[in-house]
């Protein structure tokens, strides 16, 4: 059963902007703090946002700014609104969640989306 799944990636031109969903089932929402991963080839995968329950959040270094993460608990959904989008940030996003946020910093979820590609380039 697929707990954990992301929609929105695609193409889009440098400057320009995209959101990306994703969509968690009622088990995997009861976990506390959501965030977003994203993976390019050959690189590490790096930790892009995160959100408590609460909504409190942090960014990467790399998205702070440009980057917003939010959540709908109505719909059991969490966004990544992505704006002044750079060649750079090109890569494949996943959405994962955990108890907290200490623990997707180190990379450990309890669940993972399947991730969805975004390309930058003009």
């Known amino acids: 059963q697929v707990q954990l799944v992301e929609s929105g990636g695609g193409l889009v031109q440098p400057g320009g902007s995209l959101r990306l969903s994703c969509a968690a089932s009622?088990?995997?929402?009861?976990?506390?703090?959501m965030g977003w991963y994203r993976q390019a080839p050959a690189k590490e995968r790096e930790l892009v946002a995160t959100?408590?329950?609460?909504?409190?959040?942090n960014y990467a270094d790399s998205v702070k700014g440009r980057f917003t993460i939010s959540r709908n608990n109505a719909k059991n959904t969490v966004y990544l609104q992505m704006d002044s989008l750079k060649p750079e940030d090109t890569a494949k996003y996943y959405c994962?969640?955990?108890?907290?946020?200490?623990?997707?910093?180190?990379?450990?979820?309890?669940?993972w989306g399947r991730g969805t590609q975004v390309t930058v380039s003009s």
């Open positions: 994962a969640a955990a108890p907290d946020t200490n623990r997707l910093r180190v990379g450990v979820a309890d669940y």
């Open positions: 009622t088990l995997v929402w009861s976990i506390n703090t």
């Open positions: 959100i408590t329950s609460s909504g409190n959040t």
